[in-house]
């Protein structure tokens, strides 16, 4: 085959009409060898001779979409120096954007003699490795009526985020075909869409979906990686969440799915993982990064270069100091936006990516270049701010420009309704929006993306069935997994036929659901959780891409699905509950019924809450009037609306608790909205005394606009 000179942008593979320009970053290579496939698999070698800016590149006349490619890098053998070249292994493109094969195990992947960390191996591992394909870009994002696709742009203030796992949410829906479930397509099925739409969702979170490596301690073991946080391919869809055979339709059942998500109103945000890559430590294969540029890739030890440094507790972190993984992250989020039209990103781990040199620094390098990219920075960033190196917990503490996944909410609020003492004042602070953590910065109740549970941890169904965790199903005798759960499983440890129980149990659900969804900021569902989704008490299904974790549609809890759809329309149609602005306590004028302040927190006999009632340690009930009279900057012109009055009524204690509802210059009236165990009746009038059951929640609107 011939080779041209070709140029030494973009990086990847770049196809034209005439052929395919190929380009490889290796700063430390001492020659490049560009290997092309046939559809027989035999392996032709055309050497890059080009080489600009460490670019290695070259242009291949007739290569066209579907072509199947790799890379063979020459270099030195050095581990002791970071220099891991071994021409033997054929390395996936970091660029791919479409990924064919899967990683067969053995000696072959490996660059070193197993068992000799330091003895170089050179088995060839082309028949055992994934290989790059060349795709067209080329795409109708236009709907039948000729509207080009720009996707929902929700506010965040609108958004209700639903966090779904590809295969998960769809293996087992009944109404999907069965050659289309666990797939892209699927998660676009009418069936599921109207599901999501029902529920009031407005963006679906997919967890990992980046070309991702099947462990081998998990295959041999039985097991699969599910959730799929070992990236090895940061521009490739996942191959085996498509249900066509060709790498090419991949990517287009991606877009397809996007463009329907977006007809129908629904935002995709992709949960991404640049903070580490599927190589693992330095006893790990070499599929890609390690053989192209170990040392420009990855941290390694300053003291012992054949080492690496690991704050994801994965084997290795993702070099951000050096400029070419910065552009590789941030060449691959703006093609998920540009090409693949996605809305967002959730960072995994994304304080790893903060560690420029050592500690987390908010005015690192790759926050600059987010902060600066007219791409990147007009879609939703979200970060999981935290890792496992030193100070890596930071909530609260990334740029303005950032939401992040608030941790501290989802542990107040498991601590208020399983009844811990003094939780009060702290439980107040995250159901209006967290300003003791975001208020400092310029940032807004949006900041704080509310969470209860999340893949990582029970499920909500288990957060009130279960008190320790059973993983005993991941083969690490139970050892895995967070074993501090703020759970409580009321009285009986998992399954029971027990009605009292079970029926505490349906509360529970009901509470942790009312709390997230009326609560300030950015409520996001973990899917299966509005129907009653149980993993058994594995907290950490990472292992179990199986009946264990998939959703089980045919047991739908069909009234709890009726539930969450109620609170999702209520928050939907009340701005009162969705805030641009944090609480100030100040007064707002409500026409002629006088002045109240925005919020006014109560005690059950109906008086204001005093210092002392914050402090006792002892207070497992509490009020809240919402004022609706006047909410700043709620409405697309910037001028402030006009609400219904909200009173909320929580009993995290073990009895039940009669609250006097407030005088008449609250409401004359209140209306029951959402009652989490049964209210003796519709309406209230003011100064009514109401019983609320222990461990429950009551929430009342006032029905005229004051």
Same mark, same amino acid.
């Given at each position: 085959?011939?080779?041209?000179?070709?140029k030494n942008?973009?990086?990847g593979?770049?196809?034209?009409?005439?052929?395919?320009?190929f380009?490889?970053f290796?700063e430390d290579?001492?020659?490049v060898? +560009?290997?092309?496939?046939d559809?027989?698999?035999a392996?032709?070698?055309?050497?890059?001779t080009?080489?600009?800016?460490?670019v290695?590149?070259?242009?291949?006349?007739?290569a066209?979409?579907?072509q199947?490619?790799g890379?063979?890098? !020459?270099g030195?053998?050095?581990?002791?120096n970071?220099?891991?070249f071994?021409r033997?292994?054929l390395?996936?493109?970091?660029y791919a954007k479409g990924?064919?094969g899967?990683?067969?195990?053995?000696?072959?992947v490996?660059?070193?003699?197993?068992g000799?960390?330091?003895?170089?191996n050179?088995?060839d591992?082309?028949?055992?490795?994934?290989r790059?394909?060349?795709?067209?870009d080329?795409?109708d994002?236009n709907?039948a009526?000729?509207?080009?696709?720009?996707?929902?742009?929700?506010p965040?203030?609108?958004?209700v985020?639903y966090?779904a796992?590809v295969?998960g949410?769809?293996?087992?829906?009944p109404d999907?075909?069965?050659e289309l479930?666990?797939s892209?397509?699927a998660?676009?099925?009418p069936?599921?869409?109207?599901?999501l739409k029902?529920?009031?969702?407005?963006?679906?979170?997919?967890?990992?979906v980046?070309?991702f490596?099947q462990?081998?301690r998990?295959?041999?073991?039985g097991l699969r990686?599910y959730?799929?946080?070992?990236?090895?391919g940061f521009?490739a869809?996942h191959?085996?969440?498509?249900a066509?055979?060709d790498?090419c339709?991949?990517?287009?059942?991606?877009?397809?799915?996007?463009?329907e998500?977006?007809?129908n109103?629904l935002e995709v945000?992709?949960?991404?993982v640049?903070n580490?890559?599927?190589?693992?430590?330095?006893?790990?294969p070499?599929l890609?990064?390690?053989?192209?540029d170990?040392?420009?890739?990855?941290?390694?030890?300053e003291e012992?270069k054949e080492?690496?440094?690991?704050y994801?507790?994965t084997?290795n972190?993702l070099?951000v100091?050096s400029?070419h993984?910065?552009q590789?992250?941030m060449?691959s989020l703006?093609?998920?936006?540009s090409?693949?039209?996605?809305?967002?990103?959730?960072f !995994?781990l994304a304080?790893?990516?903060a560690?420029?040199f050592y500690?987390?620094?908010?005015?690192s390098?790759?926050?600059?270049?987010?902060?600066?990219?007219p791409?990147?920075s007009r879609v939703k960033?979200?970060?999981e701010?935290?890792?496992?190196?030193?100070?890596?917990?930071?909530?609260?503490?990334f740029?303005?420009q950032?939401?992040?996944?608030n941790?501290?909410f989802?542990?107040?609020?498991?601590?208020?309704?399983?009844?811990?003492?003094?939780?009060l004042g702290?439980?107040a602070?995250?159901?209006?929006g967290?300003?003791?953590l975001?208020?400092h910065s310029?940032r807004?109740?949006?900041?704080?993306i509310n969470?209860?549970?999340a893949?990582?941890?029970?499920?909500?169904a288990?957060?009130?069935?279960?008190?320790?965790k059973?993983?005993?199903?991941?083969?690490?005798e139970?050892?895995?997994?967070?074993?501090?759960?703020r759970?409580?499983?009321?009285?009986?440890?998992g399954?029971?036929?027990d009605?009292a129980? +079970?029926?505490?149990r349906?509360?529970?659900?009901?509470?942790?659901?009312?709390t997230l969804l009326?609560?300030?900021?950015?409520p996001?569902?973990?899917?299966g959780?509005?129907?009653?989704r149980?993993?058994q008490?594995?907290n950490?299904g990472y292992?179990?891409?199986?009946?264990?974790t998939?959703i089980d549609?045919?047991?739908a809890d069909?009234?709890?699905? !009726?539930f969450v759809?109620?609170?999702?329309?209520?928050?939907?149609?009340h701005p009162?509950f969705?805030?641009r602005?944090f609480?100030?306590?100040?007064?707002?004028?409500?026409g002629d019924d006088g002045?109240?302040?925005?919020?006014v927190?109560?005690?059950?006999d109906?008086a204001?809450?005093?210092?002392?009632d914050w !402090?006792?340690?002892?207070?497992?009930?509490i009020g809240?009037?919402l004022?609706g009279?006047?909410?700043?900057?709620?409405d697309?012109?910037g001028q402030?609306?006009?609400?219904d009055?909200?009173l909320?009524?929580?009993?995290g204690?073990d009895g039940?608790?009669?609250?006097t509802?407030?005088?008449?210059d609250?409401?004359?009236?209140?209306?029951?909205?959402?009652?989490?165990n049964g209210v003796?009746?519709?309406?209230?009038?003011?100064g009514?005394?109401?019983?609320?059951a222990?461990?429950?929640v009551?929430?009342?609107?006032?029905?005229e606009r004051?």
């Open positions: 085959m011939e080779i041209w000179p070709g942008h973009p990086l593979a770049s196809v034209d009409r005439d052929g395919t320009n380009a490889l290796s290579a001492t020659a060898t +560009l290997c092309l496939f559809a027989d698999g392996e032709s070698q055309l050497s890059l080009e080489v600009d800016g460490y290695w590149h070259g242009y291949v006349p007739g066209g979409q579907g199947r490619y890379f063979r890098v !020459d030195p053998w050095e581990p002791a970071g220099l891991r071994n033997a292994k390395l996936l493109d970091p990924v064919e899967a990683v067969e195990w053995g000696q072959e490996f660059a070193y003699q197993l000799e960390p330091l003895l170089r050179d088995a591992s082309a028949a055992h490795s994934y790059g394909v060349v795709v067209d080329a795409f994002w709907s009526d000729g509207t080009p696709d720009r996707g929902p742009d929700i965040y203030h609108q958004s985020i966090e796992h295969k949410l769809t293996q087992l829906h999907v075909p069965e479930r666990g892209y397509a998660v676009a099925h069936a599921v869409v109207a599901h029902k529920l009031g969702v407005t963006a679906v979170e997919l967890m990992p980046h070309q490596v462990d081998e998990l295959l041999e073991q990686n959730w799929g946080y070992n990236t090895i521009f869809p191959n085996e969440y498509a066509t055979a790498p339709d991949h990517v287009r059942e991606f877009k397809t799915m996007v463009k998500l977006h007809r109103g945000i992709l949960d991404v640049y580490h890559t599927a190589e693992g430590n330095h006893l790990g070499t890609s990064f390690r053989g192209i170990n040392a420009a890739y990855y941290r390694l030890q012992n080492q690496y440094l690991d994801t507790g084997g972190s070099n100091r400029p993984s910065l590789l992250i060449d703006r093609y998920w936006v090409e693949m039209h996605v809305d967002g990103f959730r !995994d304080a790893t990516l560690r420029e500690d987390v620094d908010k005015l390098s790759f926050f600059d270049m987010v902060q600066q990219d791409i990147v960033l979200i970060a701010p935290w890792d496992l190196g030193p100070g890596g917990y930071q909530v609260g503490n740029p303005p950032w939401t992040e996944w941790g501290k989802r542990d107040t609020v498991r601590d208020f309704w399983r009844g811990e003492p003094s939780t702290e439980f602070a995250r159901l209006t967290s300003s003791d975001y208020g310029g807004r109740p949006v900041a704080s969470f209860v549970t893949h990582d941890g029970f499920t909500l288990d957060l009130v069935s279960y008190n320790d059973h993983n005993e199903a991941n083969g690490e139970n050892r895995d997994g967070e074993s501090h759960n759970s409580w499983n009321h009285g009986v440890e399954p029971t036929s009605p129980v +079970l029926e505490l349906a509360r529970g659900q009901r509470n942790f659901l009312t009326l609560s300030q900021g950015v996001m569902l973990l899917h959780d509005e129907l009653g149980s993993q008490g594995n950490n292992a179990q891409d199986s009946a264990l998939w549609w045919e047991h069909s009234a709890l699905i !009726d759809s109620a609170l999702g329309a209520l928050r939907k149609a009162v969705r805030r602005r609480f100030d306590g100040r007064p707002v004028e409500r002045a109240l302040p925005d919020i927190w109560l005690r059950p109906a204001a809450m005093a210092p002392a !402090d006792n340690g002892f207070g497992r009930s809240v009037f004022n009279g006047g909410i700043p900057d709620c697309t012109k402030p609306v006009v609400d009055c909200f909320m009524l929580f009993n204690g039940p608790v009669d609250f509802l407030p005088a008449e609250y409401s004359t009236r209140w209306v029951v909205e959402i009652h989490t003796s009746a519709s309406e209230f009038s003011a009514a005394v109401v019983g609320v222990a461990h429950s009551l929430v009342l609107r006032a029905p004051n």
